[in-house]
């Protein structure tokens, strides 16, 4: 367990450390400017028990663990107008869901725009989705303010039942862990990665990949 002084320090400084992450370069015609982000290419695990570092420290998960194989579970999120939608009910039936601690951070920043522009035309084929437990009201201002249009954005605000459900909500700052998920048309999860350290950007291309292959036919 962590203790109180260590879980303040994380609440403290969790914010200001995600944003200055010295870090893929070069800026998009949107005009945003990718930092040079470590990038982590393996997983951490999901749920209770497991934990995910950051500046140094774990933070345990809190929640049930999930993995490949698994169905996407029956949550609800909150919309832009507060309204309720079922995680599993979130769109077009192969949907690439990117999860993030909070968007007003550099590495969340990247990670949603590198979803949106460079996602190899899947935003034709499937649905891209953002996940945070910002308010809706923080996300649409964010994705106005980033010109984002082929990204939906929901929000696990309410109690983090996104997160609990899928064992990637972090305990003591009560964020979600950094992770992306592909689900194929049966709502089974066909990849999940979890970044191990909370400050680096996950390996989008390999998810680009398999909903690739999903779109095809090939999985």
């Known amino acids: ?13 969790i914010s200001t450390a995600l944003g200055s992450c010295a870090g893929v370069g070069g800026q998009s015609e949107s005009g ?11 997983s951490a695990r999901t749920g209770q028990g497991s934990t995910i570092q950051f500046k140094g420290n774990p933070l345990p998960l809190t929640g049930m663990s999930i993995q490949v194989g698994d169905t996407l579970r029956s949550v609800n999120l909150a919309k832009g107008d507060l309204s309720l939608i079922d995680v599993t009910d979130t769109g077009r039936s192969i949907r690439l869901i ?12 990247q990670q949603t725009h590198y979803l949106s522009e460079k996602n190899q035309g899947l935003d034709q084929q499937v649905d891209l989705i953002t996940i945070s437990v910002d308010t809706p009201f923080a996300q649409d201002r964010f994705a106005k303010g980033a010109g984002i249009t082929n990204v939906k954005f929901f929000s696990d605000f309410r109690g983090g039942a996104f997160g609990k459900a899928h064992g ?35 390996d989008m291309e390999k998810a680009f990949q398999v909903a690739h292959s999903l779109v095809n036919g090939k999985s």
């Open 32 to 42: 945003f400017t990718y930092k040079d982000i470590q990038m982590d290419t393996t």
């Open 1 to 13: 367990m962590l203790t109180k002084q260590l879980i303040w320090i994380t609440l403290v400084f």
């Open 98 to 109: 990117n999860v993030v601690p909070s968007i007003d951070t550099t590495v969340c920043e």
């Open 168 to 202: 990637l909500l972090l305990e003591g700052p009560h964020v979600l862990a950094r992770a992306v998920l592909v689900v194929d048309r049966q709502n089974v999860i066909q990849y999940l990665q979890v970044t191990p350290d909370l400050g680096h950007m996950p």
